[in-house]
């Protein structure tokens, strides 16, 4: 097995070829390092490697692994990526830089609560739902645009609508990758249009298997676990 090192330079070579075939701006996109099961020592050593920011979907796996991180390394920067219940959002709110998995109005509502109450601001995206086998994020474009509106309108002023998120099939079938990551490019242009006055710059999309492609789609930040930290161990 490689090394997380190893891995890593790899994957930031294979951003870099994808930036390039893309015709896209060398080092526009961000690599999120997704740790989830992964312990605070391959944490560590990715941090030694560079590596600033990093993916967790569970909030109570990520509130003391990074807890601990963070005293060490205050500067690491903390994406919620999965699926978040309402009674979890305080700890979220408490440790991440970035809830990237915004997907009901209630959600955006607890946020600015806690937010609010801790006198932080804090980074959301919206996520879309945009391929039939992906569980979560908002089902269709008005649902979409009633949550930004939401935002726009001032009632969550401690929340920074701050780009979109979205998950591509399981899928060989690189037509459907594919096509799910221009759902998300082309809502995320028409709210842009709408909603100029947000810093809806993100788009958060391509996986260790379909980054590239998310890349030739307009993707400005990449969520890669398994390329950097191997195969997940969902036993333990
Ligand atoms: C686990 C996870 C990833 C990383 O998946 P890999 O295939 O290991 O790169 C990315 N995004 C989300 C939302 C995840 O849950």
């Given at each position: 097995?490689?090394?997380?090192?190893?891995n890593?330079?790899?994957?930031?070579?294979?951003?870099?070829?994808?930036?390039?075939?893309?015709?896209?701006?060398?080092?526009?996109?961000?690599l999120?390092?997704?740790?989830?099961?992964?312990?605070?020592?391959?944490?560590?050593?990715?941090v030694?490697?560079?590596?600033?920011a990093?993916?967790?979907?569970?909030?109570?796996?990520?509130?003391?692994?990074?807890?601990?991180?963070?005293?060490?390394?205050?500067?690491l920067?903390?994406?919620?990526i999965?699926?978040?219940?309402?009674?979890?959002?305080?700890k979220?709110?408490?440790?991440?830089?970035?809830?990237?998995s915004?997907?009901?109005?209630?959600?955006?509502q607890?946020?600015?609560?806690?937010a609010?109450?801790?006198?932080?601001?804090?980074?959301?995206?919206?996520?879309?739902?945009?391929?039939?086998?992906?569980?979560?994020?908002?089902?269709d474009?008005?649902?979409?645009?009633?949550?930004?509106?939401?935002?726009?309108?001032?009632?969550?002023?401690?929340?920074?609508?701050?780009?979109?998120m979205?998950?591509?099939?399981?899928?060989?079938?690189?037509?459907?990758?594919?096509a799910?990551?221009?759902?998300?490019?082309?809502?995320?242009?028409?709210?842009?249009?709408?909603?100029p006055?947000?810093?809806?710059?993100?788009?958060?999309m391509?996986?260790?298997?379909?980054?590239?492609?998310?890349?030739q789609?307009?993707?400005?930040?990449?969520?890669?676990g398994?390329a950097?930290?191997?195969?997940?161990?969902?036993?333990?």
């Amino acid at each position: 097995m490689n090394s997380i090192s190893e891995n890593l330079s790899k994957v930031h070579s294979q951003i870099d070829s994808a930036e390039n075939d893309a015709g896209r701006k060398a080092g526009s996109v961000k690599l999120l390092a997704v740790s989830k099961l992964h312990p605070v020592e391959e944490i560590e050593e990715a941090v030694k490697c560079g590596q600033k920011a990093f993916g967790e979907n569970r909030v109570q796996e990520a509130h003391q692994k990074f807890t601990e991180l963070y005293k060490k390394y205050p500067d690491l920067e903390l994406h919620i990526i999965g699926q978040l219940q309402t009674n979890k959002v305080k700890k979220a709110v408490e440790i991440a830089s970035v809830i990237e998995s915004v997907d009901r109005i209630e959600l955006i509502q607890e946020i600015e609560k806690h937010a609010s109450k801790a006198g932080k601001n804090i980074a959301v995206y919206f996520e879309v739902h945009t391929a039939e086998d992906s569980k979560s994020g908002f089902a269709d474009f008005e649902q979409l645009q009633e949550a930004v509106a939401f935002c726009a309108e001032g009632n969550a002023p401690h929340v920074v609508p701050s780009g979109f998120m979205t998950m591509a099939p399981f899928s060989d079938d690189q037509n459907l990758v594919r096509a799910s990551f221009k759902k998300l490019t082309e809502m995320a242009d028409k709210i842009k249009k709408l909603y100029p006055q947000l810093p809806l710059s993100e788009l958060s999309m391509g996986m260790s298997g379909d980054f590239p492609v998310a890349i030739q789609e307009g993707s400005t930040e990449v969520r890669i676990g398994t390329a950097i930290f191997g195969e997940r161990n969902y036993n333990k």
